[in-house]
């Protein structure tokens, strides 16, 4: 599929692709959709082995923050950023971060660029000095590190689960298995465990694990076990694509409910079959989206108040998608009505209105 029809398939308004010579960098952005507002998401750090792969993949993502600004009720659109690095692991550099600034800039606020995978509050700093429209950095650029906010939102989503199933909210002695112990993973960790909830943790860094068991006490497996640990509640918070038609006949979990942006390699058949084994998905763009609540929040001009009750409000968001579901073929299908139902009422909210320009 060429690249005209991939944007048409997936809705999307514009895709931009950029290189600087002095710096050697090639960027690609998407904004998928500016229909609630302004677009906010963030910039991705990733040696793509292709530059379809590049492509697909910041389609693919632009796509879901669409939704998650949907389903998060903020008056913001859908837009992401790739990197394409000319290997793994290639060194961040202000030049480097400062021609990813410009390139943003030329959007002229269509797109608010912020820190996804491989991206740093420094490398935002150095963005900043370049555009006002980036959110997440810590100097330049209000915000900082989104992570606690992402995480306090996933337990909203696993308390809207359990009351779906008909148990008790409470954490305590529910045991969850958490794949992957990073920015987001070490305050569910915290969150959890100060809930009173049995914690179990892997991580492919073994550094990470050591200093988690270490601090709070929790148990660990191998990386390759900790999908298919038997657990009340599975929190993939690692990468995407984890949870495919080999991987879930082998989960023993009741829920799962995580922090990975797109966790089932193919949504639509994925989510089906984990009906089908008695496995309730929490979709992970309602429980993941604290982060983007808070970042967009701030750019919007709301309140604390205002961004830690749309925090908690993604547990009845929650409730209302998991109940949804039932006349539907999955929660993954219902979490789109639901989006889709949002973005068809348009911008219903005069304050965010007048912030969002
Ligand atoms: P991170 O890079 O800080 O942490 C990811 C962790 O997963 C790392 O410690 C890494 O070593 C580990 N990991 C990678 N492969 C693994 C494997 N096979 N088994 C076990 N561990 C593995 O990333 P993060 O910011 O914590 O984000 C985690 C996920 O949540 C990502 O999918 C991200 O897109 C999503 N997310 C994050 C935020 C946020 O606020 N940071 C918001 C929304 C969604």
Request: charged residues 20%; negative net charge; aromatic residues 4%.
């Amino acid at each position: 599929m060429n690249t005209f029809e991939q944007m048409i398939e997936r809705g999307h308004e514009r895709v931009c692709f950029h290189q600087d010579p002095d710096s050697g960098v090639r960027v690609i952005i998407a904004v998928h959709s500016t229909r609630l507002g302004n677009a906010l998401g963030g910039t991705r750090r990733w040696h793509y082995a292709t530059e379809a792969d590049a492509l697909y993949d910041v389609l693919r993502l632009s796509e879901g923050m669409t939704l998650k600004a949907a389903v998060s009720d903020l008056a913001m659109g859908g837009a992401k950023s790739v990197v394409l690095l000319p290997r793994p692991g290639h060194p961040i550099t202000e030049a480097e971060a400062r021609a990813v600034g410009r390139f943003v800039e030329t959007l002229d606020g269509a797109y608010i660029a912020a820190a996804d995978v491989g991206v740093t509050s420094q490398y935002v700093d150095w963005m900043a000095m370049e555009t006002d429209h980036v959110m997440g950095g810590v100097r330049r650029s209000r915000g900082g590190d989104p992570s606690p906010h992402t995480a306090r939102g996933t337990v909203n989503a696993m308390r809207a689960a359990l009351a779906h199933l008909g148990q008790s909210t409470s954490l305590r002695g529910l045991t969850v298995a958490i794949q992957g112990i990073g920015h987001v993973g070490r305050h569910l960790v915290r969150l959890l465990t100060g809930h009173g909830a049995r914690v179990i943790v892997s991580d492919i860094d073994t550094d990470r694990v050591a200093s988690v068991v270490d601090e709070f006490g929790v148990t660990s497996v191998p990386p390759n076990e900790i999908l298919s640990v038997e657990c009340d509640v599975l929190a993939p918070c690692a990468l995407g694509g984890v949870i495919d038609a080999t991987m879930s006949p082998r989960l023993r979990c009741r829920i799962i409910a995580g922090a990975a942006n797109n966790m089932l390699d193919d949504p639509d058949e994925d989510a089906v079959a984990l009906r089908n084994q008695g496995i309730l998905y929490a979709p992970d763009l309602i429980a993941n989206a604290g982060g983007l609540i808070h970042l967009a929040g701030l750019y919007l001009g709301l309140t604390e108040q205002e961004i830690d009750r749309k925090i908690d409000n993604i547990e009845s968001t929650m409730a209302t998608v998991l109940h949804e579901s039932e006349s539907l073929p999955s929660t993954y299908a219902a979490m789109i009505a639901y989006a889709d139902r949002r973005i068809a009422q348009g911008n219903t909210s005069s304050k965010e209105q007048v912030h969002a320009g």
